[in-house]
């Protein structure tokens, strides 16, 4: 369906309540895309979120068993609070709108029409991949990235599925610049390879994704046969970061800012380690691997660290035929939060990661530290080509995604 289903602004925004209209969030952000003619550029965001729990009452009705389905629905009838039935919860969660002052996360309370013919979260996504000139997204959830850590071990699974199919049936079926990398339920490798399966060829499915919040080694046998399946689907395989403010690390630390600093590193710090220690680029050569929402700081890191180690050690690591830092330099990341505090690091941990055919640009949108594509299209140190591969064409070339003729004004990158 088209996009552009609604009438232009024209009031400019005086102050940010849990009302105010995406389309004024992002004036200045349109503004800044038409002054730089960023109309003319394929751009694509590999990482943006809607709130599903917004959307828990019809979601539930897509749980399989009907035991747990029952108790979900009846939930809304004689019972509050929340998290919402099913769900775990993290009060981190509710610190990410910093006491008010960034509340257009914490309640997206803002005016839908009522005959806008689709869902309320795909009108949301239009407002603001319009401001942002973005020509296709990929969507994620948004409390269900703590779903690995879930108590109830079975829970992930079954959420998992009604998310992945309710996702599919309201809003990737509604809207063709709308995507997802769905998600896979790790904790049961049964389960995840059934769900490769089944969404591998649905409408908007463009890879899969597990959340890096949780305590599973990447490198088990049990996961050999999904990554076997994977590879030979040809569809990218994403770790999504995120955060756990009960994990015996992060609990130590008092405040959100530094919780939250190292707690969306860490989790991918230690999957990717296992993950390249452990030979499986080489044994997987052929799979496509993204590393999400994790900024790009502890990359180049991390590199360094594994490579000191692998040359005093090499006998630790007997699959690997080169050194760690070169699989990592041929892995894809996402650009969101990327660290511009310090741009002669950030120059050099873009050289590291091969940045122009290896970086996807991301938003992060709606969340409070989400970035504007002016972020990688006022980098100072990357030329035309580099901004244009990292906004859209190495996103494009790796999900295979359409490049509009109009916006092939320079090649794509070579993979």
């Excluded at 775990?88 to 009522?114: F, M, S, T, W």
């Excluded at 959830?141 to 959420?159: D, F, R, S």
């Amino acid at each position: 369906m088209d996009s552009a289903i609604e009438a232009p602004r024209e009031n400019p925004i005086k102050e940010i309540t849990a009302e105010t209209d995406t389309r004024d969030i992002l004036a200045n952000a349109k503004k800044y895309g038409e002054s730089q003619g960023l109309e003319d550029v394929y751009i694509a965001d590999i990482d943006s979120h809607h709130n599903e729990t917004e959307s828990w009452r019809e979601l539930v009705n897509y749980i399989e068993d009907p035991v747990i389905r029952f108790q979900a629905q009846d939930h809304f009838s004689n019972r509050s609070g929340a998290p919402p039935y099913g769900l775990n919860g993290d009060h981190a969660l509710r610190y990410q709108d910093c006491g008010g002052r960034i509340i257009h996360q914490g309640k997206r309370g803002e005016p839908v029409p009522e005959d806008a013919g689709v869902h309320r979260d795909v009108v949301l996504a239009q407002r603001a991949y319009e401001a942002m000139q973005v020509d296709y997204t990929v969507v994620f959830p948004t409390p269900m990235l703590n779903l690995g850590y879930h108590p109830q071990y079975h829970m992930e699974a079954v959420l998992g599925r009604a998310y992945n199919a309710w996702f599919c049936d309201r809003i990737l079926s509604a809207d063709d610049k709308l995507g997802s990398m769905i998600y896979v339920p790790f904790n049961e490798p049964d389960a995840a390879i059934k769900t490769v399966e089944e969404y591998a060829d649905k409408k908007g499915v463009v890879g899969f994704m597990v959340t890096s919040v949780r305590h599973k080694p990447v490198h088990h046998n049990q996961y050999m046969k999904l990554y076997a399946l994977m590879e030979e689907i040809g569809k990218p395989f994403g770790f999504h970061a995120g955060y756990y403010w009960a994990d015996e690390w992060s609990k130590q630390i008092n405040q959100f800012g530094a919780m939250h600093a190292l707690g969306f590193v860490w989790c991918n710090v230690v999957h990717m380690t296992n993950w390249v220690w452990n030979g499986l680029n080489e044994k997987f050569p052929e799979l496509k691997v993204c590393w999400i929402e994790s900024g790009l700081a502890w990359v180049t890191w991390l590199m360094q660290r594994l490579d000191h180690q692998y040359l005093m050690r090499q006998s630790e690591a007997p699959l690997l035929k080169r050194l760690p830092s070169e699989y990592m330099r041929e892995m894809y990341y996402t650009s969101q939060p990327m660290e511009t505090d310090h741009m002669k690091a950030l120059e050099v941990t873009c050289e590291m990661i091969d940045a122009p055919n290896k970086l996807m640009y991301a938003s992060d949108w709606p969340h409070w530290d989400f970035d504007t594509p002016s972020t990688i299209w006022d980098l100072p140190f990357l030329d035309e080509q580099a901004k244009r591969n990292i906004l859209g064409l190495n996103a494009a070339n790796i999900f295979g995604l359409e490049v509009p003729e109009n916006k092939r004004g320079l090649p794509a990158a070579a993979e």
